[in-house]
T-cell receptor, first 114, second 113 residues
Framework: IAGITQAPTSQILAAGRRMTLRCTQD?????MYWYRQDLGLGLRLIHY???????GKGEVPDGYSVSRANTDDFPLTLASAVPSQTSVYFC?????????????FGPGTRLTVL | DQQVKQNSPSLSVQEGRISILNCDYT??????FLWYKKYPAEGPTFLIS?????DKNEDGRFTVFLNKSAKHLSLHIVPSQPGDSAVYFC????????????FGKGTRLHILP
């Protein structure tokens, strides 16, 4: 089934550890995004990539890094996790940058940092 | 400071009646607005959008109204169905499309039998 996959589904992580959340799409979409969803705060954009080889900062980029080596994959790395990064993380993609009507979301990764 | 506000955390509506979800924004540079629907343990899905050059957009049971002077938009669902029970997020985009989409906190809609 075409779409976006995220791994892991959930993770409990000790503070200070490094963690990479994986995201893969098979729709050949140009743009990809990472969001975090916190209770009472809705969705906030962390980083985005308009096309392979480029990345940009969203609303809450601090403490996170991304790479876009190819069209399909857009991993999100927490270099040294902190408890405030406990959240549900959603990866998304859209056919073209800035076209959010065609934005598809993955199922999410629930991350708990202790 | 919240730029997109959904002031009702939750809303309960009888099945068959109209559901009205509200959204306010503060940034006058926003010119495109979207609604997403989210079920538990799933990612959000796009529902409907509206450009600032319009004041209404309709898609089946879903209609979005935009009042630019009041910086207010609303999503109407009629008739409401059990499958409409979900969290609804309002989102806004600025004119320059720098990809910094801004979401509201969401409103949880409960459709009552």
């Amino acid at each position: 089934i075409a779409g976006i996959t995220q791994a892991p589904t959930s993770q409990i992580l000790a503070a200070g550890r490094r963690m990479t959340l994986r995201c893969t799409q098979d729709m050949r979409h140009n743009a990809m995004y990472w969001y975090r969803q916190d209770l009472g705060l809705g969705l906030r954009l962390i980083h985005y990539s308009n096309t392979a080889g480029t990345t940009g900062k969203g609303e809450v980029p601090d403490g996170y890094s991304v790479s876009r080596a190819n069209t399909d994959d857009f991993p999100l790395t927490l270099a040294s996790a902190v408890p405030s990064q406990t959240s549900v993380y959603f990866c998304a993609s859209s056919d073209q940058p800035g076209v959010f009507d065609t934005q598809y979301f993955g199922p999410g990764t629930r991350l708990t940092v202790l | 400071d919240q730029q997109v506000k959904q002031n009702s955390p939750s809303l309960s509506v009888q099945e068959g009646r109209i559901s009205i979800l509200n959204c306010d924004y503060t940034n006058s540079m926003f010119d495109y607005f979207l609604w997403y629907k989210k079920y538990p343990a799933e990612g959000p899905t796009f529902l409907i959008s509206i450009s600032s050059i319009k004041d209404k957009n309709e898609d089946g049971r879903f209609t979005v109204f935009l009042n630019k002077s009041a910086k207010h938009l609303s999503l109407h669902i009629v008739p409401s169905q059990p499958g409409d029970s979900a969290v609804y997020f309002c989102a806004a985009l600025p004119e320059n499309r720098d990809d910094k989409i801004i979401f509201g906190k969401g409103t949880r809609l409960h459709i009552l039998p």
